[in-house]
Nanobody
Framework: QVQLVESGGGLVQAGESLRLSCTAS????????MGWYRQAAGNKRELVAT???????NSADSVKGRFTVSRDNAKNTVYLQMNSLKVEDTAVYYC???????????????WGQGTQVAVSS
């Protein structure tokens, strides 16, 4: 079985920084893309940033220039460095990974439990 466990969330003031981490553990054949989504109260879950196994990144326009996604393939860990946080960044942040636990044809997305990020003015 696979678990994606996030850490690093918390309550901060606007302008401050947080770094989220997510590690995929368990029996894993291969991890493809990893990334972060978020869901604010009353909103749908939206993409924040993703990173491919080769390091190609994609991020939402709302976080470009402020958030940086990175990964450590050896540790099956993805990070989200969040700088210059804004009140509108307040959300539950979910880690996801496209991975296979058996072989090359069995990839599917896995989700973490979410970690709260609250930004106060």
């Amino acid at each position: 079985q696979v678990q994606l466990v996030e850490s690093g969330g918390g309550l901060v003031q606007a302008g401050e920084s947080l770094r989220l981490s997510c590690t995929a553990s368990g029996t894993i054949f291969r991890v493809n893309a990893m990334g972060w989504y978020r869901q604010a109260a009353g909103n749908k879950r939206e993409l924040v940033a993703t990173i491919s196994s080769g390091g190609r990144t994609n991020s939402a326009d709302s976080v470009k220039g402020r958030f940086t996604v990175s990964r450590d393939n050896a540790k099956n860990t993805v990070y989200l460095q969040m700088n210059s946080l804004k009140v509108e960044d307040t959300a539950v942040y979910y880690c996801w990974a496209d991975l296979s636990v058996t072989h090359w044809s069995s990839y599917r997305p896995y989700w973490g439990q979410g970690t709260q990020v609250a930004v106060s003015s």
